[in-house]
């Protein structure tokens, strides 16, 4: 599975932005589509996933309430709504497949993910 990130830029505190990612290849084998985050300094941490099929979505606590992920199975993308947005979201974010999945969304985030893009960076302002 190839994985194409794109909708990053630079937006002030409480600005939105939306990411895409397009997904290509062996397409059939994706079960949990997802995005994380990379601030510099920091580790990778989890941001969001949706269940390829059953649409179950999972959220960080950070973001929750903020960011919405959808997916579109008949275009093999996956979008990221931020909305709110704040100087603490400032980082690359990445998409990722997962060949797997889980019924309990508290699971999602723990999930093999394979297949990962290439990263597009987001920039809040203060």
């Known amino acids: 599975v190839q994985l194409q990130a794109s909708g990053g830029g630079m937006v002030q505190a409480g600005g939105s932005l939306r990411l895409s990612c397009a997904a290509s290849?062996?397409?059939?084998?994706?079960?949990?589509m997802g995005w994380s985050r990379q601030a510099p300094g920091k580790e990778r941490e989890f941001v969001a996933a949706i269940g390829w099929r059953g649409g179950i979505a999972s959220y960080a606590d950070s973001v929750r309430g903020r960011f919405t992920i959808a997916r579109d199975n008949a275009q093999n993308t996956v979008d990221l709504q931020m909305n709110s947005l704040k100087p603490e979201d400032t980082a690359v974010y990445y998409c990722?497949?997962?060949?797997?999945?889980?019924?309990?969304?508290?699971?999602?985030?723990?999930?093999?993910?394979?297949?990962w893009g290439q990263g597009t960076q987001v920039t809040v302002s203060s």
């Open positions: 990722a497949a997962s060949p797997v999945t889980s019924s309990s969304r508290d699971w999602l985030r723990y999930l093999r993910y394979d297949s």
């Open positions: 290849g062996r397409t059939f084998s994706i079960n949990t």
